[in-house]
């Protein structure tokens, strides 16, 4: 079917005035006139719909694509036409709206209404990769390098940046991708944004026009609330007779990350993974992106640590769970207080220890106490909480008077008082209150310890508030995190026995340390000064 109808309608702005200066001021009010639209549906059953605008005093045009009036309009330019793809099965009418603006914020607007008949396929091979046997969903392959990437136009590898592991804000990762199809051949897509969703900072303020978007720094934005953009739409995938390149072809909706592309060449596509490339602004940048079934382990094996597996919220006020945690108390097993010259007697008391609103409290405090000048708690989950591999988060603020040596860390499941460090330790967190917000990941073995230890750092804006400090922890690499963003990883060529004893179980520590060879010189004043956890949970 070729058959369409057409209705104008014009609109002219009205101004009321009150000085000749203002009219003035407006300039010539001239509202384009002859609107014609030229509709060419291509034969076939292609589902390709050509629109040509012209019009007489037009500046431009915008055309669009169906019933939703929300819907991002194509600019056309006057002389130009563009031509968009129906998706949806069947014989149907879609209205088409030609919107031509003239001088003064005048327009006239055409709509067109358009009959149908489409009938498109997607090979049953790249169907079933792509959708299963009716519906499959698909995640961000977010642990494996260059997941996400940019790069040249003219190039095929991102060149500009390509992600680390979990290397990207994680709003991104938290969308679910799902195709779908049925037997009439309708093939849908649906993004669920799950809130937020990562988008790229040069199209924000298009979307947000009260934003202002610090160049290059791309932002999480919730897009669904008011109905922004589509997240609900059909696709395609289109075969180029000459290359056998594949295309994926989103009616108006995006790939979890926005930048305004809506064909994507499918790079790889197998059972499971999905790698595509698209052409952002013109084609000035070229975007990549991977991704794989949800619930798959991932590229190469590497999990997807999402099952929360053991956790404690610290929402029973007392003492801390003696199901969980032990005591480590007095100046510890060596002479120079616990190995590193620290100047606090650890105590059970709930003076130094106590669960409280919701969050475990570790107070150190300056008062005589068992030879020593200051107390403090540490307290481990050793024998009672063992683990290898996973994600871990702990939600804490921090105490920064100077002196103070906070510490969120583990040891292997086997160590005692001389097999340190080739049993292996992983400082989730280590602060000073003399170096004041600057975060420490830090791992000691063989191949690296006390001074020597491999480890980066990181700052935050303010360590007396709570942040999320948290690792990754593969069989072969470790990932230090704040608030979601990474800041190091350790990754050793040669993984042998000396420099990553990771491969077995490891236990948690808790503790304020005062003073010592990290801690340094106590400010004369102190008085007590407080570590707060909200939780601490391990995912596998």
Known sequence: MRNFKTYISFILLTFFLSCEENIADLGVLVSPTNLQVAVDIEAGQTGNVTITPTADDVLSFHVYFGDDENAAPTLVTPGDNVTHRYTRSGQYTVLIRVVAFGAGGTSTTSVIEADLDVRLFIDAQTLALLAGTGSKSWIWDQNTAG???????????????????????????????TF???????????????????????????????????????????????????????????????????????????????????????????????SVRGLQNNGELAWYFSFIPEGFTGGGGVPNFDNLVWSDEFDTDGAPNTANWNYDTGTGPFSDGWGNGESQFYTDRADN?????????????????????????????????????????????????????????????????????????????????????????????????????????????????????????YEDAIIWYVDGTPFYTYEPANKNGDNYPYTGDFYFLLNVAMGGSLGGTIDPAFVEDTMEIDYIRVYQ
């Open 180 to 274: 779908s199809f049925d037997a009439q051949d309708n093939y849908s897509y649906e993004l669920n944004t799950n809130g937020e969703t990562f988008m790229n900072w040069a199209v924000v303020q298009s979307l947000f026009p009260d934003a202002n978007p610090q160049q290059f720094v791309d932002e999480c934005r919730d897009i669904v609330t008011d109905n922004l953009l589509p997240t609900s739409t059909s696709f395609l995938v289109l075969t180029d007779s000459e290359t056998d390149v594949q295309t994926i072809t989103l009616g108006g909706s995006f790939m979890s990350y926005y930048s305004d592309i809506r064909d994507w060449e499918i790079l790889e596509l197998s059972e499971n993974k999905l």
């Open 353 to 473: 220890v106590v669960i409280s609103n919701g969050t475990l409290k570790i107070i150190a405090k300056a008062e005589p106490f068992g030879g020593q000048q200051y107390t403090s708690a540490r307290i481990t989950s050793k024998d009672k909480y063992e683990f290898t591999y996973g994600r871990v988060e702990v939600r804490a603020k921090l105490p920064t008077a100077g002196g103070t040596w906070p510490a969120i860390w583990m040891l292997g499941a086997g160590f005692d008082d001389t097999n340190w460090p080739a049993i292996g330790e992983i400082d989730i967190m280590e602060h000073t209150g003399n170096d004041l917000n600057k975060i420490l990941g830090t791992v000691h073995n063989n191949a690296g310890s006390g001074g020597s230890a491999n480890g980066g750092e990181t700052t935050v804006t303010d360590a007396s508030e709570f942040h999320v400090y948290s690792i990754v922890w």
């Open 147 to 177: 997941h996400f990437g940019v790069g040249p136009p003219d190039g095929r590898t991102p060149d500009f940046f390509s992600a680390t592991p979990n290397g990207i804000n994680p709003c991104a990762y938290d969308d679910v991708l």
